[in-house]
């Protein structure tokens, strides 16, 4: 039996149905209506719980609701879904579905007057002090709230932009008013560097990096994360389900078992006590439902399911692509990115999202699309994690343009 039948098969299951459960019955004015009003005794419902975000000192759910999926512009459940169970943490991105997650919680703002409930983290792909100024000005505007809870440097690659000029300008948007908190996110092979750099940077508040059951033996990952901990940088990890890039990532070493693979991976990153939360693309109400009942259980994963875990990442670990371009990107042509083909795969494949797999794999430069009929035969060679890179950049090729 699932967490999800285990755990909501109780009244919490007929709660849980509430504005989820309209959605199809009443139309969107109606919805937009119940979004605001229909506040059923939020107190009687179970919670989510909530931890500590290092040095910000504020509490924050243990589960976060991801920005990058497409939302509804006019209605979208899950933003009130989420709120009425705890997860009042939306994390969005200047760039996340061509700015209209920001626009989309914007609306959800605006009906539901909740902004001093929620809390937003939002993130500029522009590095540079003037651009970051730009984006985080559109963003509010998007989003129709004069300040963010916390701003990221997103994707961050380079500890050149942890700079001292960075640093007085964090503050400089702390006294403005316009955000709260500062950080980055990261899922490069650089994150390493930019965590230890962090660590001893007292202006780095949180960081949201790539973290999952499969860096469980990496020393110098956890090494840095135990660095920024010390220093209490808030720690929130995304990419928490560890998809592979094929669609043979659909072993199901937990069919029949009390938790699904997915609760399972967000069960083992929550029982890391250096990290607050994680972040999820709960891009259906069901995936919401389920990572929400994951979350409000307090079972933890028995040792028989974290060795199934640690068994499946071995199984497919040669599936599964870290972003170290500069490994196999030396036998390639320049512009080729492998990491970030083959993570648009993982979004088609593995995540199920083709719209966002394409629109990612557009955003790429142009030189890094180019690849079509390229030999990848000496790149593979190189790999460490022996990825077949020639059958799934060929795939790539096929799915995504
Ligand atoms: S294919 Fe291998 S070397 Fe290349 S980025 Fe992926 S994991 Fe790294």
């Known amino acids: 039996m699932s967490i999800l039948n285990k755990t909501l098969s109780r009244r919490e299951l007929l709660k849980l149905g509430g504005l989820a459960g309209l959605a199809g019955a009443l139309g969107a004015s109606r919805l937009a209506r119940a979004e605001t009003a229909a506040q059923p005794a939020q107190s009687v419902l179970p919670q989510v719980p909530r931890r500590v975000l290092g040095k910000t000192q504020q509490t924050i759910p243990i589960l976060l609701m991801g920005g990058s999926s497409r939302f509804d512009q006019k209605f979208d459940p899950r933003f009130a879904e989420a709120c009425r169970f705890g997860v009042n943490y939306f994390d969005m991105a200047d760039c996340y579905a061509g700015g209209t997650s920001e626009t989309a919680l914007g609306g959800f703002l605006e009906r539901s007057g909740k902004r001093k409930d929620i809390w937003i983290t939002t993130k500029s792909c522009d590095h540079s002090p003037a651009g970051l100024v730009r984006i985080l000005d559109r963003s509010l505007e998007r989003m129709k709230t004069d300040h963010v809870d916390l701003f990221f440097l997103h994707a961050l690659k380079d500890s050149i932009h942890l700079s001292p000029e960075m640093a007085r300008l964090s503050e400089q948007l702390k006294k403005d008013g316009k955000i709260r908190f500062f950080g980055f996110s990261c899922h490069g092979p650089t994150s390493v560097e930019l965590l230890n750099k962090a660590a001893g940077l007292p202006w780095i508040d949180a960081i949201m990096f790539k973290y999952n059951f499969r860096e469980y033996g990496n020393k110098e990952l956890n090494a840095a994360m135990d660095a920024c901990h010390k220093a209490n940088i808030g720690l929130i990890a995304m990419k928490t389900q560890g998809s592979a890039v094929s669609f043979e990532d659909r072993i199901k070493p937990f069919e029949g078992g009390k938790f699904t693979r997915h609760q399972a991976v967000l069960k083992a ?133």
């Open 269 to 401: 990153v929550w029982a890391d006590e250096r990290i607050t939360a994680a972040v999820s693309e709960m891009d259906t109400l069901e995936k919401l439902k389920q990572n929400i009942a994951a979350a409000i259980d307090p079972e933890k994963l028995s040792d028989a399911e974290r060795a199934a875990l640690q068994q499946y990442a071995q199984a497919t670990e040669h599936l599964y692509c870290r972003g170290c371009d500069h490994i196999c990107g030396s036998a390639l042509p320049e512009g080729i990115q492998v990491g970030a083909a083959l993570r648009c795969l993982m979004y088609h494949d593995a995540y199920g999202n083709p719209q966002k797999a394409r629109e990612t794999f557009a955003s790429l430069p142009a030189e890094a699309r180019q690849f079509a009929g390229l030999d990848f035969s000496k790149a593979a060679t190189l790999c460490p994690h022996q990825v077949d890179i020639g059958k799934h950049m060929q795939r790539a090729m096929t799915v995504l343009v």
